[in-house]
């Protein structure tokens, strides 16, 4: 390797009108959920229907709550929670970053409970639907996270022609890891739901793409976890793993979990809802 690529130390913000500030990451979101919002609303009315499309619109506020309440207190209980047990305020700032996927995860589940049971809807069916475009959300959030310069590789062992070195780390060529989770967590995992939500056989079947998603993104992210720089103040947990694929562990497991309950029971034969 003789010419590695340098990280271009892009600005975090993406724009500036007065005093508002906005940030790639939170572009990225806004992005995601206005490309995601009409897309969910097609697929809840495949057959069997689950909702209407005006419930997903109402459950947008739920999801956005749940990504951030959730995502943060993640980031908090699983990465960092000495630094926060000793500085409780610091939990708020969170333009100074810090969210969890598994933390998200949890909200969104949290949330679909909450909005189904209030709304009378079938819980694993809705989730299926929803699920689907979740990717979308992952591979925005993950540029973001290059763009910022975060969350970066490992140094590269070997001559890798997309090795990048990002200044603020040290000057080895490390793995852009943030676009490998891009195109696994998100790319690759959304062609993989829209193919399976595409199958009327899977849609029939509540839990099915949610336990499809489920495992899917944690072996994408424990595979990728393989090139990433784990989180200095944690490091390598026992036997080399990160904290990340250990949160990913049980996650597959649900995921497996869920798709054999999927096809242990009858299959749908009528719509959800008769709206």
Sequence with gaps: MTHPLVFPGLDPVAFQIGPLVVRWYAL???????????????????????ASRLAVDDFLVYAVLGVLLGGRLGYVLFYRPL??????LE???????GMSFHGGAAGVIIALALFTWRRKLNFL?????????????????????????????????????WAM?????????????????????GV????????AVSR??????????????????ACARAFCE??????????????????GQLLCLPMALAGIGLMIYAFRRPARATDWITE
């Design 28 to 50: 990225a979101y806004i992005t995601a959920f206005v490309i995601a919002l009409p897309l969910a609303r097609r697929l809840v009315q495949l057959g069997p229907k689950v």
């Design 83 to 88: 630094f926060f047990l000793s500085h409780p």
């Design 91 to 97: 939990i708020i700032a969170t333009w100074k970053g």
């Design 125 to 161: 069916a809705f989730s299926d639907r929803i699920v689907v475009v979740v990717p979308i959300g992952l591979a925005l959030g993950r540029c973001a996270n290059f763009i910022n310069g975060e969350l970066w590789g490992r140094p590269v062992a070997s001559a890798v022609p």
């Design 165 to 185: 070195i990002f200044p603020a780390v040290g000057p080895e060529p490390r793995h852009p890891s943030e676009l490998y989770e891009a195109l696994t967590e």
């Design 188 to 195: 690759l995992l959304l062609i993989v739901l829209l193919l």
């Design 200 to 217: 009327p056989a899977l849609r029939s079947r509540a839990g099915f793409l949610s336990g499809l998603f489920l495992f899917g993104y």
């Design 226 to 243: 393989l090139f990433r720089q784990p989180d200095d103040n944690i490091g390598f947990l026992a036997g080399g793993v990160t904290m």
